[in-house]
């Protein structure tokens, strides 16, 4: 790449770290607010007395919830530093998203969140010069199963 | 909610049935609060343009929440999601403000999406679909993925 990687000898080392693991439980009160955010009327997220009628037996997370009570997001945040740190550049957006749905996620779960960089590449795109760092989180409930899986891209340039 | 929808009701080309959304200052905040993600990108002008979007720009996570409702409701009930992805390739920038309630005049934002393969394994009926957030100006922002289980009519 013309005018050198974008990937420093620190950014190299950051590759396959573990950025910690957090517990936490999902509030019935989270999941509501979180689906009226979303402006989905579901009763399945925001009516318990449904929702514990249902297979579920318990008011359901909507798909991927991220919600308050859900510390995992705050790793990002630290993440987004030391990426700029370790000498990525400045201007981070979030470049998008999968999840896999194994488990269903309802009120009382307590789900333990580990994060980890899983690789961090570079190319040219519209933005110039543009570095992509893959981001995995695996919940865990508290059964001792893994309910989801999400890994997210960062972008930066 | 809708009707149960079965895996026979389904061919590669059907169409998912689109779910629209406006997205206003107001509900970036409240996705804010709700989501946990304060990053002022989404709400503050100076900061969004030394990020390079120009203005504050809607959350991609809103997005794909919205992408996620988009599945849940066409797949009700017996319906599982399995897989959902989705890429944040195109700028959103929600409308203003007119009264506590109501935005100005603007943008109205589609979900859509339509049948790419179905499938069966083992004892589950896949059905794998295309997917996006598409602008008032037609610019599918949001490309994505989702992966579903549907029931059979059949019961087998």
């Known amino acids: 790449m013309p005018g050198g990687s974008l990937i420093t000898d620190e950014l190299q080392k950051l590759i396959g770290v573990s950025l910690g693991t957090t517990i936490s439980k999902v509030e019935e009160g989270a999941i509501q607010r979180y689906a009226q955010a979303i402006g989905d009327p579901n009763p399945l997220y925001n009516d318990p007395d449904y929702a514990s009628k249902t297979e579920y037996g318990r008011l359901l997370a909507p798909p991927g919830f991220t919600g308050w009570s859900i510390k995992a997001e705050r790793p990002m945040e630290k993440l987004f530093e030391s990426l700029i740190k370790a000498g990525g550049p400045p201007r981070v957006l979030d470049g998008g998203v999968e999840f896999e749905f194994i488990e269903p996620v309802g009120a009382g779960d307590v789900l333990t969140a580990t994060t980890k960089i899983a690789s961090i590449t570079e190319r040219e795109t519209r933005l110039g010069k543009t570095m992509f760092t893959t981001v995995e989180i695996t919940f865990v409930n508290q059964r001792g199963n893994v309910a989801l899986k999400s890994r997210s891209t960062l972008i930066q340039f | ?156």
């Not at chain 2, 929808?5 to 061919?11: G, T």
């Not at chain 2, 066409?74 to 390739?89: A, F, N, T, V």
Request: net charge neutral.
């Open chain 2, 1 to 156: 909610m809708a009707k149960q929808i079965y895996y026979e009701d389904v061919e590669v080309g059907t169409e998912i049935t689109p779910l629209a959304k406006i997205a206003t200052t107001r509900m970036l905040v409240q996705w804010a609060g709700a989501s946990g993600d304060f990053n002022p990108l989404h709400y503050e002008d100076d900061f969004a343009k030394a990020m390079g979007v120009g203005a504050p720009i809607v959350h991609g996570a809103l997005k794909r929440a919205w992408l996620g409702q988009l599945m849940t409701d066409w797949i009700p009930g017996e319906g599982k999601l399995k897989k959902l992805s989705c890429q944040y390739r195109g700028m959103d920038y929600p409308r203003k403000m007119k009264t506590m309630e109501e935005p100005h005049d603007g943008e109205t934002w589609w979900c859509k999406g339509k049948v790419t393969k179905k499938y069966e394994e083992g004892s589950e009926h896949f059905v794998e679909c295309e997917i996006w957030v598409e602008n008032g100006k037609g610019d599918k922002t949001t490309p994505g993925s989702a992966l579903v289980v549907l029931p059979t009519r059949s019961g087998k």
